[in-house]
Structures are given as C-alpha cells and as structure tokens.
C-alpha cells in the first residue's frame, strides 16, 4: 500500500493513451537547470493541424513518419520522417500533416535556466528551427522509455530526467559530427535547392517555385537564402548553370547551337542565344569560333 508521500507523487503525473495517441505530463517541475513538462506521440489523421498557438515551453516534434508543414514567423517548412522542428516559447506557430502522407510524430517539452543554452549545443535556437536526425532510433526510443515509466516514483523520476538529458545529447551529437559537412539547416536547403537545379536544368518548364517547393520554403525565403550563401538568387544560379553547360558544350561537341539551347531548357534558340551574349559579352556561334582558332 502506498504511504502518503507515494500517493503525493502519482498526483504530479497525467498519462494516457490509445491507439494513435500516448501523452505523458509532469505536474510538478524536478529541476531549475531543465526540467520536462510532457511528452506525446500522435499518428495524425490526413490534414489534421494545430494552432495557431503560442507555448509556454521549449518543444520539439520529431517525424516518424509520413509529411507535413509547419509555420512560424511568416515561414513554412515542408518535413518528412527523420525531420523535426523546435517550437520557441511566445512564438505563434501552426503546423499541419499532409493529406497524402500524414505525419506520425513525437514530441517533448521542456524548459528551465539551461534549457536555451542546450538547444543551442545542437544549434536549435529562434534562427534555426529545423533539424534532421538520422544516426539511430534513439530519440524515439527514449520518449518511448518515458511513457513507460508512467507511475510516478524516486526512481521513475530521475530516469526521466536522464532522458530528457540523452534526447538532447543525441541533438548535438548529430550536429557536431554533421557539422563539417554543413554549418547549419539553411545550408541544407541551399544545398537541396541547388542539387534539385543542377538535375532539372534541362527542363524549360522549370520555375523557381518548383524548387521552392521542392525543398519546403516559400520562394522569398529560398531566393533570402541563396543569396545569403551563394551571392546568387535562385535565377541567377539556373541561368549560370545553363550558360555553363552551353560553353561545354559549344567547346566539347559539334552540336549546333539550336540543339544546344534545347540541351540547356531553352526552346527557343534566338532566347538562349540573347542570354548567353548578356553573360558572355559574345554570341555562342562566336564563342565556339574563338575556342576552336
């Protein structure tokens, strides 16, 4: 039989639930330095969507699966499985799974003194709100630990502080060892966006919109982000590329030039030939005439 102070300690704690849906709250806070206030995990209906809502804590989903979005500060993200996003506190946010493919996520909250100094070891702060974690089912395997541990005991209790602790050391773990290969999530999308280009240059249809979508940012904040990088707007860098793709080959092959301008996403040659003399000052009739002298 519980004594008093075991029945004070399952009254700091809320659990529930069912087949697409489990919650795990704490009353009461157990740490100044970082402290949880609750954990879920929902597999979402197609469309289903939350807010626009403001939150008291720091919280961070975590895709399992499917697609959706989130928005927040006039921004949308487009994020799959392995994908999560950082919800700041007193921030306006709305998020939404995809009708297609809903998301099925995860989701921990929390805060306290350090809370804001450990985001940031995982470079999680009001300037990057996205992350990708795909080293290991770890983070699903301790909010999952959390829910088990659903009766609130001494014990109980600083195990979930210790998880709390792991969910945001795996977090800046991935970030120190991917940190070489990009600083930050807006790299990521540079890096997508350009790839995507690089691919599809051949396609006259294409439309910086296209890419936009692709990688799950509105234009505006796409073309913010190349030229933040690259020093190019997204139509700067499709039509460098191009142009780029011409000069090889108008050097490296004896196609002609209405051929080349098809090979490049133009099918009008008489465009691709008015592009190419804004860049390269010269026809590409006469840049093929001076390579080859």
């Avoid at 740490?31 to 008291?56: I, Q, T």
């Avoid at 910086?208 to 190349?226: C, E, K, M, P, W």
């Avoid at 108008?250 to 040659?269: F, H, M, P, R």
Wanted: charged share 25%; net charge positive.
């Amino acid at each position: 039989m519980l004594d008093k102070l075991g029945c004070d300690k399952l009254k700091t704690l809320e659990y529930n639930e069912s087949n697409k849906h489990k919650y795990l709250e704490l009353k009461e806070k157990n740490s100044l330095d970082l402290y949880l206030g609750y954990c879920g995990m929902e597999k979402c209906l197609p469309s289903h969507s939350y807010g626009p809502a403001v939150r008291n804590n720091y919280l961070i989903h975590y895709i399992i699966d499917g697609e959706g979005t989130y928005y927040v500060n006039g921004q949308s993200y487009r994020l799959r499985k392995n994908q999560g996003f950082l919800i700041c506190p007193n921030t306006l946010t709305y998020y939404k799974a995809s009708k297609d493919n809903p998301w099925t996520y995860m989701w921990i909250a929390f805060n306290g003194i350090k809370a804001k100094k450990y985001l940031n070891y995982a470079n999680l702060n009001e300037d990057n709100l996205i992350f990708e974690y795909t080293e290991d089912d770890s983070l699903e395997i301790y909010i999952n630990r959390m829910f088990e541990l659903n009766r609130m005991n001494y014990s109980n209790e600083l195990e979930i502080q210790g998880l709390l602790y792991l969910f945001l050391s795996k977090l800046a773990m991935s970030k120190n060892e991917n940190s070489l290969k990009r600083n930050n999530i807006s790299d990521f999308y540079v890096e997508k966006a350009s790839e995507f280009m690089q691919n599809n240059y051949l396609n006259p249809n294409l439309k910086i919109t296209d890419v936009a979508n692709f990688v799950g940012l509105n234009r505006s904040y796409l073309t913010h982000l190349l030229k933040k990088s690259l020093k190019l707007s997204p139509q700067e860098f499709l039509l460098n590329y191009r142009i780029n793709e011409a000069t090889s080959l108008l050097k490296n092959t004896n196609l002609s030039v209405g051929t080349i301008s098809k090979s490049i996403g133009y099918n009008d040659q008489l465009t691709f030939s008015k592009v190419f003399k804004k860049v390269k000052g010269i026809s590409p009739k006469t840049y093929r005439d001076n390579f080859l002298k």
